[in-house]
């Protein structure tokens, strides 16, 4: 979604802050702008399309001066277009804003606006801010962004800028994320910290309503009311190295192959052999647990599917009945929600509207939430009764990957550990499991060492149109992980189906050469998802089998007979075989995706934050 950046300091901002919003592309966005003050006024300079556009303008006719703040949008309200982009100035020119979220009553500020004189421009619902906070102006900026932001419905990250007050930017958020650094050489806003990383580790974070005032020297942070609110600085631990491509050609590949290590980070400290897991919750208590009677797993694309395997393997260890959600429908269908039900809501940014607005929906009616998420300080994690983290680091492609690993190693953990408090699992099964687990990591390195078979299954297909995706049990929840990340980022239709289900619709499309895969994974379903394999070779289909390793070394598919091709995971708990069994689907798409010419990494359409509804 929209990036904000901000700095004001001893330094040029303009570098600074397309530095920054480059670091923030992967939010997705369609055009960036900045505002800088060069030492008498405010001069503005945005435009449609990427940041090099906006670098080659500034080259141009190029701006200077120590502070100012940037912006990338992501267009909600108003076509993409340099008029609608961001900063948006009041009338006067006296104003500044860069704006992530959504206001939503603009209508009738403007409306109020227009009748106080205010002229309009555009078409955003951003353009509302500036001319209010013109209109509360005199002479103290806080103030009027404080005024101004009492009178905004919807969600906000602000960064204001005021020709008549150059010496601090004011921040503001509501349901929007923002962070503050601070360094000796200035201080910063930005949407998120992998902006900042190269500047400072230093960052505070800002609360719902909470303002910033953002000096050369100095940063305050005020309640709504005016009062000052103390704030201790949070150390970011993330290299900035990790935030970069380390090498790789897509963060999307470097990512598929930092989940060895982000799997091994996110095991660590917790699955410990010969120790009791210990997740160190302070609301979701031993009683709470013991007294839990229904779960429910809501969340928004591939950490969805991430909670479909997770609903999965928590019946299986602690059978407690788990329903799972897609957030947009859980928050609309007023769920029934009882004592002693717990909501558990997975999110990798923290920040995915549908899912916060589940997470308050279930806290407003009784639950405890329980959040699995990978930014720290983030929204959900903020409003959750407790996290587990998943230590996964920045992810940047838009497409998840080693967000999902881990949210499946979050899910898993969170099972044993609820097994192990309620007796629902013995010793001897959840040691044995750990065991397992803590080998995740290199046979995953395993899998990906195999990467050039999935290049030449790659290269066979990616010239289809349709390839559907079988599965029964935990194959078919990660079936729909295998379809979605081919579909987002290669742009090929592809479906995922219940093997069992396909003789009800699906196979009415097989034809000669229509690709299927087949996941194989669960030993006590193979010979089902056989059957279903031969339904549809049958009928022509190009068949790609993934299956695990035979207990001999031999495959344990009949390649022969039932598939043109197998790629083979290596064995482990059947419990376990998805966090290694997406990685072989996350290359194949990737590869799909390269072979085809797509933006691997921002794929069209699609945002790597989802921060409106
Ligand atoms: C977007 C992203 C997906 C992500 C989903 C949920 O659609 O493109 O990769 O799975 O949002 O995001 P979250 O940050 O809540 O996991």
Redesign the pocket.
Known sequence: MCGIVGYIGINQAPPILLDGLKRLEYRGYDSAGLTVYNGSDMETVKCKGRISALEKKIDERPVSGTVGIGHTRWATHGEPSDLNSHPHISPSGRVSVVHNGIIENYQRLKAYLQGKGYVFSTETDTEVIPHLIDYYYDGNIFEAVAKAASRMHGSYALGVLARDEPGRIVAVRKDSPLVIGESAEGNFIASDVSALLPYTRSVYYLNDNELAVIEKGAISFKSAEGETIKKEPSTITWSVDAAEKGGFEHFMLKEIHEQPKAIRDTLASRVIPGRAIDLGFDAVTEPYIKSLEKIFIV?????YHAGVIGKNIIEKLTGIPVETDIASEFRYRDPIIKENTLLIV???????AD?LAALREAKGKGSKVLAIANVVGSSITREADDVFYTWAGPEIA???TK?YTTQLIGLITIAMYFAQIRGAANVETIEALKKEMLLLPKKAEEVLSEKDTLQKFASQTFNHHDMFYLGRGLDYALAMEGALKLK?ISYIHTESYAGGELKHGTIALIEQGTVVIALTTQESLKEKMISNIREVTTRGANVLGFTIKGKDGKSSLDVSNAVSAVFEIPRTDACLVPVLAVIPLQLFAYYVAVLRGCDVDKPRN?????TVE
């Open positions: 969340a928004c694309g591939t950490a997975i999110s990798q940014s923290g920040e995915t899912t838009v497409a998840s967000a987002e699609l945002a790597k934050s989802v």
